[in-house]
């Protein structure tokens, strides 16, 4: 633990309210922090004997993008190998890609999570390969809410994608299941595009980016006066979804107090905002997520079983990466291609180096760090395609073992003839056609659907008769 201690921040920000906030936060890791308030102050620290004990940098681009390149610069060129977090409320990709250039080690988006605080400042001070990095700003590039659009031919993603858009021509509630990273709210805005809701109210809260003491209002709402700080009256999600939608991330860190309520409203068909003497009926569907098994969690004790219940009559459960391993280079070739239409950058290709070195690693944070991964990697770029040198983390992580992977086969064909020269089971063989096509047209149904020459009904139906997908 000591030497936890003795990690010391340097804050570079002028906002007493924020600085407090920060400085809070951090003393929950174990960090000390610092606190300058202007850029002179900043460079002249350095020199000094606090300054030389320094472990990370977090500042706050208080001022135009140029001057905070530029100080981000000055302050590499004196410790280069100290990290620099920029903190922003820009969700520029531009902005990004010059303070990454710059220097900066990672890019906030406020208003900032605590636990995405928390984490830049762990993978910054360790050698581990960088995880969410960059996730508000990759989360935040255009996508289709289309499962025909989604990536991927492993055949329990694409039996997870068979259920979630069955499901999604309901009414009622879904739960979906996968760690960090896997796409569960991807999935959810597919749903939602796909549904008879569509066009009706949504709304998507993440369980994790709320205080505990404040997710019981977010979700039913409070009367002003309900509590101390309560100066006004507050609508919440609940009641906001009425006729609608509405999707609760990680509903796994539900407090036990509030996951009681929410049972309740659900029986109901109602909702009572904190510090109110009547309820609201509403008729609300729920698409909750989870990045743990809820069945292991309610066994244990830490989630009600009734609620659990409630909101999984239909259970999808996404897959790792580590799982779905030959998915990585349509993956990476869908996200460079969409990386490369973002201002500051240009398209890119891989190659098979880089591709087995991707395969290679267990992805930990799966397809959110994939794509982190790559943007930062494009960003300082210089040939026309990533190279496995443009991944030197993941070398590091890997050492030699990487070397030795085989190059990405794209091309792999479809085996007529089992080991003892017999031909295979037609079923079988037309399931790896399926499958290939999957892969090849990066799962775009329609088009997978029109090479094969069958209607999109007949491939759904084949993907539920030959064990691909529950499309049944």
């Known amino acids: 633990m000591a030497e936890i201690e003795q990690r010391l921040l340097m804050l570079i920000d002028d906002e007493p309210a924020q600085s407090r906030l920060i400085t809070a936060l951090a003393a929950r890791e174990g960090w000390r922090t610092l606190v300058v308030k202007d850029s002179e102050t900043a460079i002249a620290t350095l020199g000094t004997r606090q300054g030389m004990q320094l472990n990370a940098i977090v500042l706050d681009q208080w001022v135009p993008g140029d001057e905070a390149c530029s100080l981000i610069a000055e302050l590499r060129s004196r410790r280069p190998a100290l990290p620099i977090l920029m903190l922003t409320t820009s969700a520029s990709p531009l902005l990004a890609v010059e303070a990454m250039r710059a220097g900066a080690t990672d890019y906030l988006v406020k208003p900032v999570a605590p636990d995405r605080l928390m984490q830049a400042l762990r993978m910054a001070t360790t050698r581990e390969a960088p995880r969410d990095e960059l996730q508000p700003l990759t989360e935040k590039m255009p996508t ?97 979804a009425d006729g609608g939608t509405l999707a609760i991330d990680e509903i796994d860190r539900l407090p036990l107090s509030v996951q009681e309520r929410l049972l309740d409203s659900i029986r109901r068909g109602d909702v009572r905002p904190i510090g109110a003497r009547h309820s609201f009926r509403i008729d609300v569907r729920l698409i909750a997520a989870s990045n743990l098994p809820l069945k292991d969690l309610a066994e244990a004790g830490h989630f009600l079983r009734e609620l659990h219940a409630a909101i999984a009559p239909v259970t999808v459960h996404l897959p790792p990466l580590r799982e779905r391993a030959g998915d990585i280079a349509a993956l990476a070739r869908h996200f460079l291609a969409r990386i490369g239409e973002q201002p500051g950058l240009r398209p890119l290709g891989i190659t098979d180096g880089a591709l087995a070195l991707l395969a290679a690693y267990d992805w930990p944070g799966n397809v959110r760090q994939l794509q982190a991964v790559l943007f930062r990697a494009a960003v300082f770029c210089d040939g026309d395609a990533l190279t496995a040198e443009d991944f030197p983390q993941l070398s590091d992580l890997l050492g030699s073992e990487s070397a030795h992977q085989a190059p990405v086969q794209e091309g792999v064909g479809v085996m007529l003839y089992t080991p003892d020269g017999n031909l295979r089971p037609l079923e079988e063989i037309e ?38 997908g529950d499309a049944a």
Do not use: C, W
């Open 144 to 240: 289709t809410p289309d499962f025909d659009a989604m990536i991927g031919a492993a055949p329990a993603f694409r039996t997870a994608l068979a259920v979630a858009a069955k499901a999604a021509r309901g009414h009622g509630p879904v739960l979906i299941e996968g760690e960090s990273g896997t796409g569960k709210e991807m999935v959810i805005r597919a749903m939602q595009a796909a549904s008879p809701r569509a066009k009706l109210p949504f709304r998507l809260i993440n369980v994790g980016a709320i205080p505990a003491n404040s997710v019981e209002s977010a979700l039913f709402g409070h009367e002003k006066g309900a509590f101390p700080g309560a100066f006004d009256r507050h609508i919440g999600a609940l009641q906001h």
């Open 431 to 468: 399931a790896d056609v399926i499958r290939l096509a999957i892969g090849h047209y990066r799962g775009r149904m329609t088009e997978v659907a029109r090479r094969l020459g069958i209607g999109r009904s007949t491939l759904y139906r084949k993907l539920g008769e030959l064990g691909i």
